[in-house]
């Protein structure tokens, strides 16, 4: 079965240091990969998703960047962390061809 | 522009009734729609999805309608118990669907005993 991981679960990070959150899939190959905020008080927004690796298309302009150095391993990162980075990080996937995404557990990011 | 939204923020239901929770989208090219439940500090469970092609699909306790003309759906919860006490997020997706979900802001359910 497939599973997916996320860490950290917490973090607590000053404004301006930077920032690393990981995402990997088990269980399932050439998956197609998402990271989600969701801000307080506010839906899911998508941030980025790759179709495989090296390959990053971003939804929304922000301080924000990913990467794809494997196949089943997606990174969230930040040179500076604004105050408006608080939130949930969620990490997903899906089967290519296949549209029903499976998300992780999250990362709850508070940013002080 | 939301393209997919939930105008109820919350929605209280008594045990045993049904909950009925909706979802209108603004963008035609959506075929794909997509129903997460959430639980606090978690990451959202998939719970039913269906496809343009379809008014109608059900799995247990769940079903969701789809309105096409109206860019609208549905989805019911029959009976409502306790453990159904989250938020409920509406997602879509264009064709193809590489490029990730449109999710509305939620409904946060809540079950009264």
């Known amino acids: 079965s497939q599973t997916i991981h996320q860490w950290p679960a917490t973090l607590v990070q000053p404004v301006g240091s930077p920032l690393s959150l990981e995402c990997t899939v088990e269980g399932t190959s050439n998956p197609n990969l998402y990271w989600y905020r969701q801000a307080a008080g506010r839906g899911l927004q998508l941030l980025f998703y790759?179709?495989?690796?090296?390959?990053i298309s971003s939804e929304v302009p922000q301080n924000l960047s990913a990467s794809r150095p494997q196949d089943r391993q997606f990174i969230l990162s930040s040179k500076k962390l604004l105050l408006s980075d608080s939130g949930f990080y969620l990490c997903?996937?899906?089967?290519?061809?296949?549209?029903?995404?499976?998300f992780g557990p999250g990362t709850r990011l508070l940013v002080l | 522009d939301q393209q997919v939204k939930q105008n109820s923020p919350s929605l209280s239901v008594q045990e045993g009734r049904i909950s009925i929770l909706n979802c209108d989208y603004t963008?035609?090219?959506?075929?794909?729609f997509l129903w997460y439940k959430k639980y606090p500090a978690e990451g959202p469970t998939f719970l039913i999805s269906i496809s343009s092609i379809k008014d109608k699909n059900e799995d247990g306790r769940f079903t969701v309608f789809l309105n096409k003309s109206a860019k609208h759906l549905s989805l019911h919860i029959v009976p409502s118990q306790p453990g159904d006490s989250a938020v409920y997020f509406c997602a879509a997706s264009a064709p193809g669907g590489a490029d990730g979900l449109t999710f509305g802001k939620g409904t946060h359910l809540i079950i009264q005993p």
């Open positions: 963008n035609s090219m959506f075929d794909y």
């Open positions: 790759s179709v495989g690796i090296g390959q």
């Open positions: 997903a996937w899906h089967y290519r061809g296949q549209e029903t995404q499976y």
